[in-house]
Nanobody, 127 residues
């Protein structure tokens, strides 16, 4: 099994910054990436960024130049530094694995058809 724990969300004014973390434990999927996704109620989930031991980083066009994904391989942790946050960035942010980096899609595994997801962390940006 895989266990993912996110942290670092919060409320910030437009133009501000936040840093999210996601620590993984359990079964490894080293051939694939870990990624960040976000979802607003009533809208489809959106891939934000992904990175792997051998791949990435990859970003959605909407966050390029503002967000930076990084990783600590030894700690099995990924980070998402979010700068110049905008109102449109407000969402619940989730980390997930395994992810196909280039397409920001979560891949089904033998033990989970929908991949593995954390519990989510809320990011709220006020104008």
């Amino acid at each position: 099994q895989v266990h993912l724990v996110e942290s670092g969300g919060g409320s910030v004014q437009a133009g501000g910054s936040l840093r999210l973390s996601c620590a993984a434990s359990g079964k490894r999927h080293s051939a694939y990436c870990m990624g960040w996704f976000r979802q607003v109620p009533g809208k489809e989930r959106e891939g934000v960024a992904a990175i792997g031991v051998y791949s990435g980083p990859y970003y959605a066009d909407s966050v390029k130049g503002r967000f930076t994904i990084s990783q600590d391989i030894a700690k099995r942790t990924i980070y998402l530094q979010m700068n110049n946050l905008q109102f449109e960035d407000s969402a619940m942010y989730y980390c997930a694995l395994p992810v196909r980096c280039a397409t920001l899609e979560v891949i089904a595994t033998l033990d989970s058809e929908s991949g593995h997801w954390g519990q989510g962390t809320q990011v709220t940006v006020s104008t």
